[in-house]
């Protein structure tokens, strides 16, 4: 992935007998200043959810945290969404 491009996942997790539905999204974008940033979003689908910006050194660091969430909501039942 070259500098400044944008890479994002959105994950849903949904399951009508607990009246579960959600979304999750991971994303990779560049800072104001170029450092890349990973960008994790998530909430009730539907509806505004929360936002959390995690700075990092580089761009490996950055996808290496990408791959451990999206392992851990793998776990947790979320499935990449189709498209």
């Not at 560049?30 to 910006?53: A, D, Y």
Request: aromatic share 8%; net charge positive; charged share 25%.
């Amino acid at each position: 992935m070259s500098q400044g491009t944008i890479q994002y996942l959105v994950l849903d997790r949904v399951d009508p007998t607990c009246n579960m539905a959600r979304y999750y999204v991971l994303a990779i974008e560049p800072s104001l200043f170029g450092n890349p940033t990973l960008i994790r979003e998530w909430g009730r689908i539907g509806q505004p959810g929360q936002r959390k910006v995690e700075l990092h050194e580089n761009q490996s660091r950055a996808v290496e945290a990408l791959e451990t969430w999206l392992q851990r909501k793998r776990r947790r039942g979320y499935l990449l969404r189709a498209g």
